[in-house]
């Protein structure tokens, strides 16, 4: 399992994410945009926002990732200053995905249920009883 910090901005992702790999090093990953999503009912995206960054990664020298997106309003919980970021959980298995996700969503919130996503995950995030912003994330293509 691998544990990765997730931040979230107000429309500032990929320029704070440009300058975090100018002073760390490493790669960016492929930038994500919220264009590339499926149309959301209820929910249409202006121009701006399709330009906006849905996930970006940086691959830092030491094999950590750093991760993040932009924020939207209307989608997902407000961003707010210290409510920004999230534990982005990376389990072995689907089972522990589901496993880690019931157990972290007893007495909480779930934004985003567990399920498969459009870009190949296993995906979904909650608040925990605590105030504690959780991704769980099983990849099979990270999958020796």
């Known amino acids: 399992m691998k544990i990765h910090s997730y931040l979230n901005f107000s429309s500032t992702t990929e320029e704070a994410f440009r300058f975090y790999a100018r002073i760390l090093g490493g790669t960016l990953t492929e930038i ?4 590339s999503m499926p149309p959301q009912e209820g929910f249409a995206l202006t121009p701006e926002q399709k330009n906006l960054v849905l996930h970006v990664g940086l691959e830092l020298p030491d094999g950590q990732m750093l991760m993040a997106s932009d924020v ?8 707010v200053e210290g409510n920004n970021i999230s534990i982005s959980v990376h389990p072995d298995s689907r089972q522990d995905a589901d496993r880690i996700f019931g157990a972290l969503a007893e007495g909480g919130a779930i934004t985003m249920p567990i399920a498969d996503q459009f870009w190949g995950d296993y995906f979904g995030s909650l608040t925990d009883r ?5 991704m769980v994330n099983y990849s099979t293509a990270a999958q020796p």
Do not use: C, S, T, V
């Open 72 to 79: 939207l309003a209307g989608m997902g919980p407000e961003r």
């Open 32 to 35: 994500h945009r919220f264009g």
């Open 130 to 134: 605590f105030g504690i912003n959780w």
